[in-house]
């Protein structure tokens, strides 16, 4: 079992940023692929980003290419997820996930509970 724990979220205005941060214990997250989802209210849960178990790789979706950069630090068991120029439509709550396949759809094993993010225009 790995236990992820996110954290950072808040309210930022439009043009602002936040950084959000997941903490993982249990089984070595250095053998797990990292990920962050976002859930907006209506919506399913999309793909944010993603990140090779050594860092070396990472994925992002369109809508956040350039705004936001994912990191890990496997020595900290953590991933980090820094959004810049935020706008109103990256409001959702955000969510941590670990798994064995690099991809973007949510076949990842295990989960956090979600951080809200909310960007005021």
């Known amino acids: 079992q790995v236990q992820l724990v996110e954290s950072g979220g808040g309210l930022v205005q439009a043009g602002g940023s936040l950084r959000l941060s997941c903490a993982a214990s249990?089984?070595?997250?250095?053998?797990?692929?990292a990920g962050w989802f976002r859930q907006a209210p209506g919506k399913e849960r999309e793909f944010v980003a993603a990140?090779?178990?050594?860092?070396?790789?990472?994925d992002y979706a369109d809508s956040v290419k350039g705004r936001f950069t994912i990191s890990r630090d496997n020595a900290k068991n953590t991933v980090n997820l820094q959004m810049n120029s935020l706008k109103p439509g990256d409001t959702a709550v955000y969510y941590c996930a670990a798994g064995r396949i690099f991809t973007r759809n949510r076949a990842y094993d295990y989960w956090g509970r979600g951080t809200q993010v909310t960007v005021s225009s």
């Open positions: 249990g089984r070595t997250f250095s053998n797990y692929i």
């Open positions: 990140i090779t178990t050594s860092g070396a790789s990472t």
